[in-house]
């Protein structure tokens, strides 16, 4: 049996977010059952259950602000090396989401190569670039990273470009670097047009199937939401733009409001959250176009989902969505007009133009970012470094 623990991510049942999802669908759809996950799961207990055939164990972390994350990394590594050791493990693999501990790793590793186990690590994308970090948490993240890549024996990136960036920021440790994407759920919603539900939603925000713009994540400045509002504000329009985002006791969102007076446009609507994926995954099918903006490093999961059910999408031209979206989506830059123009255009285009691009993207996923892809990539290269670790 190959024994791999993943920590970093909140934990499974998944109720969270990319990571979650990531881990929730990795145990889930595994094929090969020569392989053991054993899973951290973030809890107020340090109790063990099982979920999908995994064994999850859960890691009690107090309630310390911002340096909760590192806390609960370093717990649920040394509860991996603890119980490596106390079940005689050989040839283990510990898989750490994220750069959180870098300034740590060092000790953690001489021990894990004591216990003749692998280190993988995945980079995400650029956390020290996050509008939300002051400049000395930027300054950890930064460092973290560093040390992270310096003490990994394999960097697992899910985009090209940030392997890309690894390779040519952290030259000076000659890091080993692999792809494997992040996946995509291709299902159709399982809702119809006249589901109650879906119904009742569009009666409650007042939008309509095929008159909304649409953008879905959360709601901080790198995801450039300046420029898509102002932008939109700009244009013709008289379809709405729907965001999907929670902007509860959010600084930005008042900071923004008052510095582009969106409230006074009635086709810019906050619509909240919605968490009935069925319902998410309709309202994304139905929407005209979806808005991504996002641009700081990584697969975006929310990308990969517009491009699986949104028939056009308007991508922000940065090479990580370029990567991903290809010929399947148009982009846009943020000089002043240019999206607004796009839009405008956009919205005398024919049916077989967007049909067109609809079926390039969802190709591109189909091809690249499905599910059962990512975990037969994962489930090769596990069985890889068993075998050359034997």
């Known amino acids: 049996m190959k024994q791999v623990f993943i920590i970093g991510s909140k934990g499974i049942p998944s109720n969270y977010g990319g990571f979650e999802t990531f881990v929730e669908k990795l145990t889930e759809k595994q094929k090969n059952k020569e392989i053991k996950y054993h899973i951290s799961c973030l809890a107020n207990n340090n109790k063990e259950f099982e979920h999908n055939g995994a064994r ?13 994350a590192v806390y609960y990394d370093i717990a649920a590594l040394k509860e991996c090396i603890r119980y490596i050791k106390a079940n005689s493990i050989n040839n283990a693999i510990v898989y750490i989401l994220a750069c959180r501990i870098g300034p740590f790793i060092g000790m953690y590793k001489k021990q894990l190569e004591k216990l003749n186990a692998t280190l993988f690590v995945n980079p995400d994308g650029h956390e020290w670039k996050r509008g939300k970090w002051n400049v000395a948490i930027r300054q950890y993240w930064k460092y973290s990273e560093k040390l992270m890549v310096k003490h990994s024996d394999l960097l697992i990136c899910d985009s090209i470009n940030i392997g890309k960036y690894i390779k040519e920021d952290y030259k000076q440790y000659n890091p080993k670097t692999t792809f494997i994407a992040y996946g995509a759920d291709t299902e159709k919603s399982k809702l119809k047009d006249d589901d109650v539900t879906l119904v009742k939603w569009y009666k409650e925000k007042d ?34 733009f729907v965001l999907i985002t929670n902007v509860e006791q959010n600084k930005f969102y008042e900071k923004l409001k008052v510095k582009t007076n969106f409230h006074k446009d009635e086709r810019i609507k906050f619509v909240g959250t919605v968490y009935n994926q069925e319902l998410l995954k309709k309202i994304r099918e139905n929407a005209y176009g979806y808005l991504h903006g996002h641009e700081v490093g990584g697969t975006n999961p929310s990308l990969l989902e517009a491009l699986a059910t949104t028939d056009l999408n308007l991508l922000l031209d940065v090479a990580f969505n370029r990567e991903v979206g290809m010929d399947g989506a148009v982009y846009f830059n943020k000089e002043d007009r240019n999206l607004s123009d796009l839009i405008n255009n956009l919205d005398g285009i024919s049916d077989e133009y967007s049909k067109k691009l609809s079926v390039k993207a969802k190709n591109r996923i189909e091809e690249e970012y499905t599910w059962e892809k990512i975990i037969n990539n994962y489930e090769e290269l596990i069985m890889s470094y068993y075998i050359k670790n034997i």
């Not at 999850?56 to 107090?62: H, R, W």
């Not at 649409?214 to 013709?236: A, D, H, Q």
């Open 207 to 240: 939008v309509k199937a095929k008159e909304y713009y649409l953008v879905v994540g959360r709601f901080v400045p790198e995801n450039n939401y300046e420029t898509m509002i102002t932008e939109f504000m700009k244009s013709n329009t008289k379809k709405d």
């Open 56 to 68: 999850c164990f859960n890691i009690n972390v107090p309630s310390i602000g911002p340096a909760k």
